[in-house]
């Protein structure tokens, strides 16, 4: 068993503090949710009881972790040492430009037109082959594929209003 870098003790600690004050936080809220057992013999606040309790439990278990001589066996991590700007300017501007774009060009346009800047981001910043139009062709197909039933789920069976480009319910 390896111990991790004493340096690192300080940041994983933050984060067992976050992940332990995230699930004290959600049973502040839950203490507000009713407990009257619905249909299913459990009340509505069953559920966010049940997460703050395991969120709290390892927000405990990560501090322990942390400050008992750090993560073990923890794989080094991957990518370079700095940060990769171009891939995060490829990821903000499909966030920004989807956006800007849901009301005028649908959700499933601008969701795929998001995927696909993502996708290239993410694909330059590992160094793969990018630039090709078929890596296009593929990144759009697969976005239209997974933005498509998305939007059709939401529109025709729970029946939640996503901007559309015509008014059929359908594209």
């Keep these: ?23 004290l936080a959600l049973a502040f809220g839950a203490i507000s949710i009713s407990s009257v057992a619905g249909y299913g013999g459990v009340g509505p606040n069953f559920l966010p009881w049940l997460v703050s309790i395991v969120l709290t439990l390892c927000g405990g278990w990560i501090i322990w972790e942390a400050r008992s001589g ?34 005028t060009i649908g959700f499933i346009f601008s969701c795929t037109l998001c995927y696909v800047l993502a996708v290239q981001g993410l694909r330059r910043a590992s160094g793969q082959p990018s630039g090709a139009a078929s890596t296009w062709a593929v990144d759009a197909v697969t976005g239209l594929l997974i933005s498509g039933p998305v939007f059709w789920m939401f529109t025709q069976f729970l029946a939640i209003n996503l901007p559309g480009l015509t008014s059929t319910g359908w594209l």
């Excluded at 300080?10 to 984060?15: A, D, E, G, K, N």
């Excluded at 991957?78 to 990769?84: F, I, M, Q, V």
């Design 70 to 103: 750090g993560f073990r066996e923890m794989d080094p991590p991957p990518g370079a040492a700095r940060a990769y700007w171009p891939g995060f300017v490829w990821v903000s501007a499909g966030l920004l430009l989807n956006a800007a774009l849901i009301t």
């Design 1 to 23: 068993m390896t111990t991790s870098d004493p340096s690192a003790v300080w940041p994983q600690t933050l984060v067992g503090a976050g992940v332990l004050l995230t699930g």
